[in-house]
């Protein structure tokens, strides 16, 4: 079964920058996506950035320009660059692991909190 844990988060002052990872645990088949989403206090969940097993990756318009995510295939790591955090940032930040071999599977971690404030 795959577990995954995430890390990373943490106070911030805006402006400033943090790295996430998050690490699947157990076997994982390709092709598969792995992706980060955030869920503010009062709003739904919302995409963040994904990444194919085949480095396709796809940015919420929000983020593009200033968060960039990336994998490790050998480590089954994905990492969460962001810089230039704006208040409106702050929320949950929630890993997703998605495939459909052998069976349809979508993992979600527990989420690390991102605090953006002066």
């Known amino acids: 079964q795959v577990q995954l844990v ?8 805006p402006g400033g920058s943090l790295r996430l990872s998050c690490a699947a645990r157990g076997s994982i088949f390709s092709p598969n996506t792995m992706g980060w989403y955030r869920q503010a206090p009062g709003n739904e969940r919302e995409l963040v950035a994904t990444i194919t097993s085949g480095g396709v990756k796809n940015y919420a318009d929000s983020v593009k320009g200033r968060f ?3 994998r490790d295939s050998a480590k089954k790591t994905v990492y969460l660059q962001m810089n230039s955090l704006k208040p409106e940032d702050t929320a949950v930040y929630l890993c997703k692991f998605a495939t459909t071999v052998p069976v349809v599977i979508n993992r979600w971690g527990k989420g690390t909190l991102v605090t953006v404030s002066s």
């Open 68 to 70: 960039t995510i990336s």
């Open 6 to 13: 995430e890390s990373g988060g943490g106070l911030v002052q």
